[in-house]
């Protein structure tokens, strides 16, 4: 069986393909039409236009930034088994996470500001704590949702609950559910497994 499930990075691939080039050529043209080094289409100098290009340049290529975390934060499994329990990667998360009505763009905004959304925040969950995995939501917004004693490995904060939205992972919410399940109710199938003190050594994934 499977035991790490990954991130589903192209999205922000793609973002970062669009948006650095964009604030890159922002800023290019800021700067040239400020300095006097750039004309426009008529041969005028422009000078005023210059700081507003130069600004919004520099908002382009922060959010430039902030996608290019995710794409090697999500580099790493987002939950992957051990012999022990279960290690699952929250990047991003941010104090307004789980607040009702909150708008993205909003959330966003605050993850970039307070640099909250450039972090990495790693749980664990032993096997003989792990109660279930189940899957809710939506047909177009599946949650995974692991229960059990969920242990902040940054701050030893102990939780509930740790979910999962199927837009984050690369693979089907019900077949990672379905995969831990397995693997917290039949603890012959763990024995392959790496140990949680082992994580520096690589082991291959059954497909």
Known sequence: ????????????????????????LAIFVGIGSWTGSMRDANGELRPEAGPPATIMGTLILLYSSFIAFNIFARAKPLIRCHREGIECLIVGQTDLDGVPLMPSSLRLFFAIVTLQGFRSVRYRIPWEQFQS???????????????????????GQVGPQISFPQVALANDVHRVAQTLTKFGSNPTTRAHLLPWKDESIVAVTKK
């Open 133 to 155: 995995a189940e899957v809710a939501g939506l047909p177009m917004a599946r949650v995974l949702r692991l229960n059990g004693v969920v242990t902040n490995l940054n701050t």
């Open 1 to 24: 069986m499977r035991d790490r499930f990954r991130a589903k990075i192209w999205i922000y691939v793609a973002q970062f393909i669009i948006f650095a080039p964009l604030g890159l």
